[in-house]
């Protein structure tokens, strides 16, 4: 089946910290990845996506890249702000499917004091 | 830019009522998608439109839930006989309906579902 798996949060980092968020994933076939991020009191928002293996996403700093053989696609930030704080969610969509539903993990809560 | 919307984004509800949500996806897109996300948990699919098309419904939409759109526009999303598991923030997406590597899902606020 097709599922993903978020490393447990929360995560709490001082500013300037270097952010990694894991995600592993299960598909049955070759998914588009993604990562969509919620700020309080906001909807979903697409943050990045790679559609196929070795890819790179990346917008606002945060990078991740689609490996095939780890089966992941982790989360990265260098300089984490303040304005980071928010939940972030992995997220997959198998392609060759005409369905288009996307399988997200639970999430991963960040917390970024100055 | 008139993204997503979803109308109301709040209700609260008595246990047995039935309730209706809207969602009104960006203009020319002709997918939308339903998702339920309860406490600490990520979206759970629930429904997908092509245009004016019900193409799937996941396990989770029971006998008691019902969506629709019309004219390929607007969807609504009813809820009859509401339980108190139903309570739970309720997410529509939209997107272009392109090829499925490039195609993006763009949610909307979502409308925040309590059971009393």
């Known amino acids: 089946g097709n599922s993903v798996t978020q490393m447990e949060g929360p995560v709490t980092l001082s500013e300037e910290a270097f952010l990694t968020i894991n995600c592993t994933y299960t598909?049955?076939?070759?998914?588009?990845l993604f990562w969509y991020v919620q700020y309080p009191g906001e909807g979903l928002q697409l943050l990045l996506k790679?559609?196929?293996?070795?890819d790179k996403g990346s917008n606002k700093g945060f990078e991740a890249t689609y490996r095939k053989e780890t089966t992941s696609f982790h989360l990265e930030k260098g300089s984490v702000q303040v304005s980071d704080s928010a939940v972030y969610f992995c997220?997959?969509?198998?392609?060759?499917?005409?369905?288009?539903?996307?399988?997200f993990g639970r999430g991963t809560q960040l917390t970024v004091w100055p | 830019d008139t993204g997503v919307s979803q109308d109301p984004r709040h209700k609260i509800t008595k246990r047995g009522q039935n309730v209706t949500f809207r969602c009104d996806p960006i203009?020319?897109?002709?997918?939308l998608y339903w998702y339920r996300q309860t406490l600490g948990q990520g979206p759970e699919f629930l429904t997908y439109?092509?245009?004016?098309?019900?193409?799937?419904k996941s396990r989770l939409l029971s006998d008691r839930f019902s969506a629709e759109r019309p004219k390929g526009s607007f969807s609504t999303l009813e809820i009859q006989r509401t339980e108190q598991g139903d309570s739970a923030m309720y997410l529509c997406?939209?997107?272009?309906?392109?090829?499925?590597?490039?195609?993006?899902?763009?949610f909307g606020p979502g409308t925040r579902l309590t059971v009393l």
């Open positions: 997406a939209s997107s272009l309906g392109q090829t499925d590597s490039t195609d993006t899902q763009y």
């Open positions: 598909a049955t076939g070759y998914p588009s």
């Open positions: 790679a559609t196929k293996a070795d």
């Open positions: 997220a997959l969509k198998n392609r060759g499917s005409t369905l288009g539903r996307l399988y």
């Open positions: 203009s020319e897109h002709n997918r």
């Open positions: 439109f092509q245009n004016e098309a019900q193409l799937e």
